[in-house]
């Protein structure tokens, strides 16, 4: 319709690709909880997502069955590659109870925003360098914002300023409606400082092996040193 507002992408494919393409990144997205792809892609996947967790709120037989004719029927990958037929893993049976048990109850008291899309740096940047996003399932084990701040704590509470007005803000955003969201940011802080410390002391000792060969060798002279021969 000329003039019409876009109500979605088309994403350059007819209805049923689209349609296959999105249900297709929506199964992963389900069994991955984080998924790498186009901003665009992600976009439109993110929409159907939502959809999804609200059906498992809902927690109905029409809402079950909805969903199950969501959810793509992906094919195993055979460890023998010579072979031409694979099965079908029935995705839908293994993907409805995670999302009317798990998911249900994480998203229970949340009332919106169950998907978050962040932008990364293009893919594949030697070919089209199409703009890439991350499309993850908010407060679950892979969220990138949760990780992202307990990064952060690690890093201010090391110096004389402390916690910035920014950083608490963003501890009470991914804290919110996560079940026992300060408990869990507290345990990923300290990975996360037993993981730094670790590293000190790996550099510490190689820094103490190296002055130790540095010493046992001396010095080494320049091959340009005074104790080459004239010559004539």
Not at 9 to 17: A, D, F, P, Y
Not at 103 to 128: F, S
Not at 147 to 168: F, P, Q, S
Request: charged share 35%; no cysteine; net charge positive.
């Amino acid at each position: 319709m000329a003039g019409g507002a876009l109500k979605y992408r088309h994403l350059s494919r007819k209805s049923s690709h689209r349609q296959a393409l999105l249900r297709n990144l929506v199964t992963s997205l389900f069994t991955h909880e984080s998924i790498t792809t186009t901003w665009h892609k992600a976009k439109e996947a993110q929409r159907l997502a939502e959809k999804l967790i609200t059906l498992g709120k809902k927690n109905t037989d029409a809402s079950r069955r909805k969903a199950e004719s969501i959810f793509f029927l992906q094919r195993d990958v055979t460890e023998d590659r010579s072979l031409l037929k694979g099965r079908f893993i029935q995705e839908p049976v293994r993907l409805l109870p995670h999302l009317f048990t798990t998911l249900r109850q994480r998203y229970l008291e949340r009332p919106g925003g169950y998907t978050r899309v962040l932008r990364i740096e293009p893919m594949n940047k030697h070919y089209d360098q199409a703009p890439s996003a991350i499309l993850e399932l908010v407060d679950g084990p892979k969220d990138m914002r949760f990780l992202m701040t307990a990064k952060t704590l690690v890093r201010e509470r090391t110096t004389d300023e402390g916690i910035r007005e920014l950083t608490a803000k963003n501890v009470g955003k991914v804290t919110r409606y996560r079940p026992d969201g300060f408990e869990d940011l507290e345990k990923e802080v300290k990975r996360m400082e037993a993981e730094v410390g670790n590293v000190r002391l790996r550099k510490t000792a190689i820094a103490s092996v190296d002055e130790g060969k540095r010493e046992g060798h001396g010095e080494r002279q320049p091959w340009f040193g005074g104790g080459r021969k004239k010559m004539g």
